[in-house]
């Protein structure tokens, strides 16, 4: 982000959901942030708070600069869509065991049970480049 005299600025995003979006998934805006004191020539990130957007949803969203003197003109609406992958778990084992016959046995009533467990996690975070120019 830029400003002439440059002075700190403050980056707004706003997102909603995707007018393609199939029916049921909700109209509208979903929310808006916004970050303060960007210096001049910087990137300004702004993360979308967690339980705001949800799985399946298409969405869309933009940013824009303001300085203390003037507002540039919002960007062109970027869209995107939300599939969070189903979490897995691997390299299951119970302890103690032994293989019988092709089965996997144990000789005690409080075996201990492991697994990998994997967990997909969403992290949504803007980030823009705009200049104000005049």
């Given at each position: ?105 144990t000789t005690t009533l409080t075996p201990a049970l492991a697994a990998e467990v994997t967990v997909a996690a969403i992290i949504a975070m803007w ?8």
């Open positions: 982000m830029s400003d002439p005299a440059g002075r700190p600025l403050r980056a707004e995003a706003e997102n909603e959901h995707d007018p393609a979006a199939p029916d049921g998934q909700g109209t509208g805006q979903i929310w808006t942030g916004s970050v303060d004191n960007v210096p001049e020539g910087t990137q300004a990130s702004i993360a979308v708070p967690a339980n705001t957007l949800s799985d399946g949803w298409k969405v869309r969203w933009r940013v824009r600069a303001v300085s203390p003197t003037a507002t540039s003109s919002r960007s062109d609406w970027q869209t995107f869509a939300i599939n969070v992958p189903e979490p897995s778990a691997t390299g299951l084992t119970i302890t103690p065991s032994k293989v019988v016959d092709g089965t996997t046995v980030c823009c480049r705009l200049s104000i120019g005049w």
